[in-house]
């Protein structure tokens, strides 16, 4: 592994984004498709083999763009539902979580979100890449029809020739497609590991959330805050009018005393 396939699989992590090939790696279908074509027999027997072998894996490359096509589509579905709900996650989760104290874990909680929604954007992206519309190669009359005169062996040579022109192609579009399904696949494993982040962030942000007791003691503790909801104090009222004198006890006589103890 050397440096820049570490980089790119780092990228991964983020936002998924295809190595590019190196110049010996564009260059090796061409020269593999020249080495082919060179190494053509001349006879009409294994000339007929070798056309009937590549029109057997033509058909096998076309049976992969299925496969591929189907599991791009599966994707594209799915990320679009996982889309909607991680939104809704998003500002669900982000308006419930407003009575954390901790500013940092708010921040927090947000950018775990805005990354569940790259990821699925991600997905999305390289399923609708992988599923937009390219240029296939196809055969044309000519190539399965001999011109007026043309012999045997030439024309199945000339026809062998196309085959493998169409087999290089098709190979090399599918493995574009490919590409993109694997990037889709990494956004889709991002996500998971984001959501698994987020489940557990919202499940800590909760347990430490204050009850209603220690949001009161708080308030009180605040003097600032607990001023400013009571709002501002009117201007006091007149003094009303003063009340009446409280009357004295009577004192007691020895005689009153007397007849407490005896009722005692």
């Known amino acids: 592994m050397n440096w820049q396939h570490a980089v790119y699989s780092f990228m991964d992590c983020f936002f998924p984004v295809a190595e590019p090939l190196s110049k010996e ?5 061409q020269k593999k498709l020249q080495e082919l074509k060179a190494g053509l027999p001349l006879n009409e027997q294994p000339l007929n083999e070798y056309c009937l072998a590549a029109q057997s894996l033509l058909d096998k490359e076309h049976e992969r763009k299925q496969g591929i096509d189907t599991r791009l589509t599966s994707i594209l579905g799915m990320s679009s539902i996982a889309g909607t709900v991680g939104i809704a996650g998003l500002f669900l989760g982000t308006g419930g979580l407003c009575h954390i104290q901790s500013r940092s874990l708010r921040w927090l909680v947000t950018a775990v979100g805005c990354y569940l929604i790259l990821q699925i954007c991600a997905a999305m992206l390289n399923a609708v890449r992988g599923l937009s519309r390219r240029g296939y190669l196809y055969f044309s009359l000519l190539d399965l029809l ?11 040579r000339r026809k062998a020739e196309s085959v493998l022109e169409v087999l290089s192609d098709h190979e090399l579009q599918n493995n574009e497609k490919l590409t993109q399904l694997a990037r889709a696949h990494c956004a889709l494993r991002n996500f998971l590991c984001g959501l698994l982040v987020f489940t557990v962030i919202g499940a800590v942000s909760m347990f430490r959330a204050g009850t209603g007791d220690e949001l009161v003691d708080r308030l009180k503790k605040n003097h600032d805050l607990y001023e400013l909801l009571r709002g501002p104090q009117g201007i006091a009222g007149p003094k009303g009018d003063p009340g009446l004198p409280t009357a004295a006890p009577l004192p007691c006589t020895p005689l009153q005393r007397q007849k407490g103890n005896t009722q005692n």
């Not at 001999?146 to 199945?156: C, H, K, V």
């Open 25 to 29: 790696e564009h260059e090796k279908p």
């Open 146 to 156: 001999p011109t007026l005169g043309e012999p045997r062996a030439a024309f199945l």
